[in-house]
């Protein structure tokens, strides 16, 4: 069971900035979003984020959010599939054959957008190498984590047994129980 890339930490980061359990959203704001960027070291201090990037960000995870869903048996909600598509097409990337990246972001790109093409080359290489499989949301809906599934045949639904898959089984559980039990 590989230990996750730094794509696929990356990735798992930018998806959890949201907590559907909690209700909370790291990138609420456009400041929080040049935040989150700079704590992961993909956008340097003096770059102001505006509104249609921090736009173009949620839509991106959005769709990443939808994507891994994906892996669980959820049913994709094309919409959101197509959103984070459309922010996609609009941050160019190179194939290079020097350096150290394969692909990189084209060099005309803002900061803000040239770190939204990073987390978009994130999820390539995942795409590309595999690895997406492994990363995926909890089936749980009232939890939606995202995690790295470390299960040799990559079967892992929930991002805790002892939590979000026991909260199914006794779901289950009592389901049959009202469905045995004679109407009086």
């Known amino acids: 069971m590989p230990d996750p890339s730094a794509a696929a930490r990356l990735v798992e980061a930018f998806a959890n900035t949201v907590d559907v359990e909690l209700g909370t959203d790291e990138l609420a704001e456009p400041d929080d ?20 990037d921090h736009d173009d960000a ?19 909600r094309a919409g959101l599939l ?43 290489e995942l795409v590309i190498t595999g690895d997406a499989t492994r990363l995926k949301r909890c089936a749980e809906h009232s939890c939606a984590w995202v995690f ?11 991002c ?12 289950r559980f009592a389901a049959r129980r009202r469905s045995a039990e004679p109407e009086s």
């Open 33 to 52: 979003l040049g935040a989150w960027l700079r704590d992961q070291g993909l956008l340097g201090e003096d770059a102001p984020v505006g509104a249609a």
């Open 58 to 76: 949620l839509r991106l995870r959005d769709g990443i959010r939808e994507r891994l869903g994906l892996h669980v048996g959820d049913e994709p």
């Open 82 to 124: 197509a959103a984070a598509n459309n922010v996609l097409r609009r941050l160019p990337v190179l194939v290079v054959v020097d350096g150290d990246a394969v692909l990189a972001a084209e060099p005309g790109l803002s900061p803000v957008r040239r770190a939204l093409a990073a987390l978009g080359l994130a999820w390539a």
């Open 148 to 158: 790295w599934d470390t299960s040799k045949n990559r079967s892992r639904r929930w």
């Open 160 to 171: 805790s047994m002892r939590v979000c898959g026991n909260r199914n089984k006794a779901r």
